[in-house]
Nanobody, 118 residues
Framework: QVQLVESGGGLVQAGGSLGLSCAAS????????MGWYRQAPGNQRDLVAV???????NYISSVKGRFTISRDRAKNTVYLQMNSLKPEDTAVYYC????????????WGQGTQVTVSS
């Protein structure tokens, strides 16, 4: 079974920076992508950024130029560097691993709170 352990997050003032990391362990099948979603109170869980097995990245438009997703393939770890944070970035951030095979195919982290004060 695959486990995801997240770290980082916390409270920061608008304009500040935070970093998140997510380490995957266990019986990992071939990774399709890893990434981050976020969910603010009363909202659905939305994609923030993903990085595929070949290193391609994709971001939601609202974080382009401010957030950077990266990975350490040897450590099965994905990172999210968040700069120029805005109050609207406040949410619980969830790490996700999507694998080609295995069960479940998509694995979620426990979530970490990011709060940006104005």
């Amino acid at each position: 079974q695959v486990q995801l352990v997240e770290s980082g997050g916390g409270l920061v003032q608008a304009g500040g920076s935070l970093g998140l990391s997510c380490a995957a362990s266990g019986s990992i099948f071939r990774i399709n992508f890893m990434g981050w979603y976020r969910q603010a109170p009363g909202n659905q869980r939305d994609l923030v950024a993903v990085i595929t097995s070949d290193g391609s990245t994709n971001y939601i438009s609202s974080v382009k130029g401010r957030f950077t997703i990266s990975r350490d393939r040897a450590k099965n770890t994905v990172y999210l560097q968040m700069n120029s944070l805005k109050p609207e970035d406040t949410a619980v951030y969830y790490c996700v691993l999507d694998q080609l095979g295995g069960s479940p195919r998509r694995v979620w982290g426990q979530g970490t709170q990011v709060t940006v004060s104005s």
